[in-house]
């Protein structure tokens, strides 16, 4: 079966630009979930959608960071303009709602570098 | 959801059994112990999970206490393979959020 699959899995982009990480969960799941890693901070949740709608984007570290479900099958989470201190992994996790383990399923991560 | 404490890192030998600690001494009723675990570079991984009575799967066994404020997991026969971070979580069951802490780094050693 084939898990959650993110991609780009490596992007060096220079600051001001703008990056696009995309994120295709499992199919039947009906909850998306990005989070991102650094060394300092560990793991952040940064969104997270029920059924293609946003529920919580508490996390989310400011304006310049934008994400969209536009279907059950994709989502993407948007960067403009990059800075440095957004070079982190950031992770997309899918699970399926109240049922189950209440198990979250992640991908192998985008590893984003802002030079 | 409720916080935990875990040790910053651990060692273990190889073959023998690796016992991580949590302590979860906020937990409500309704929450959940759950374990992760993140393997270098790669995207976490569920373990198991448990309410209040013990749990065991093909992976790992966990031991939560009576009072529910502290548990244990067992990797039975740790292998260098099971090297990783080892996370501590309670949440909800039916929320889905999941806040990961620092949790414990297992080192394996042969």
């Known amino acids: 079966d084939a898990g959650v699959i993110q991609s780009p899995r490596h992007e060096v982009t220079e600051m001001g630009q703008e990056v696009t990480l995309r994120c295709k969960p499992i199919s039947g799941h009906n909850s998306l979930f990005w989070y991102r890693q650094t060394m300092m901070r560990g793991l952040e949740l940064l969104i997270y959608?029920?059924?293609?709608?946003?529920?919580?984007d508490s996390g989310m570290p400011e304006d310049r960071f934008s994400a969209k479900m536009p279907n059950a099958s994709f989502s993407t989470l948007k960067i403009q303009p990059s800075e440095p201190r957004d070079s982190a992994v950031y992770f997309c996790?899918?699970?399926?709602?109240?049922?189950?383990?209440?198990?979250?399923?992640f991908g192998e991560g985008s590893r984003l570098t802002v030079l | 959801d409720a916080k935990t404490t875990q040790p910053p890192s651990m060692d273990c030998a190889e073959g023998r059994a690796a016992n991580l600690p949590c302590n979860h001494s906020t937990i409500s009723g309704n929450e959940y112990v759950y374990w992760y675990r993140q393997i270098h570079s790669q995207g976490p991984q569920y373990i198991i999970h448990g309410l209040k009575n013990n749990e065991t799967n093909e992976m790992a066994s966990l031991i939560i206490t009576e009072d529910r404020k502290s548990s244990t997991l067992i990797l039975p026969h740790a292998t260098l393979r099971d090297t990783a971070v080892y996370y501590c979580?309670?949440?909800?069951?039916?929320?889905?959020?999941?806040?990961f802490g620092g949790g414990t780094r297992l080192m394996v050693k042969p």
């Open positions: 959608f029920n059924n293609n709608v946003p529920i919580d």
């Open positions: 996790a899918s699970s399926p709602t109240g049922v189950g383990t209440g198990e979250l399923f």
């Open positions: 979580i309670v949440r909800v069951y039916a929320g889905n959020m999941l806040t």
